[in-house]
Nanobody, 122 residues
Framework: QVQLVESGGGFVQAGGSLRLSCAASGRTFVGYVMGWFRQAPGKEREFVGAINWSTGGTYYADSVKGRVTISRDITKNTVYLQMNSLRPEDTAVYYC???????????????WGRGTQVTVSS
């Protein structure tokens, strides 16, 4: 049974940084893409970025490019989302997801975590 468990969310002031983690278990993720999405209150879930588990190649949404970095630790089966220069509009629940293709579409991801809340105060 695949499990994705996010952690690391919390409260931070604008301009600050946070690192989210996604612990993955239940299968091998070789060949998979691990994505990060976020959903703000009253808004649709949106793509943040993704990483190819095998190659480490990354893909970011334009809205966060330059402020976020996704990485993975294969030995720990964990994916990270480092977020810098946070803004109040980054406030959202952040979700980790796993799929088989590099994509910004929600429907291309088969497995999802429950999310972790990030709140950025101005």
């Amino acid at each position: 049974q695949v499990q994705l468990v996010e952690s690391g969310g919390g409260f931070v002031q604008a301009g600050g940084s946070l690192r989210l983690s996604c612990a993955a278990s239940g299968r091998t993720f070789v060949g998979y893409v691990m994505g990060w999405f976020r959903q703000a209150p009253g808004k649709e879930r949106e793509f943040v970025g993704a990483i190819n588990w095998s190659t480490g190649g990354t893909y970011y949404a334009d809205s966060v490019k330059g402020r976020v970095t996704i990485s993975r630790d294969i030995t720990k089966n964990t994916v990270y989302l480092q977020m810098n220069s946070l803004r109040p509009e980054d406030t959202a629940v952040y979700y980790c997801a796993a799929g088989v293709r590099m994509s910004d579409l929600i429907t291309h991801y088969n497995y999802w975590g429950r999310g972790t809340q990030v709140t950025v105060s101005s």
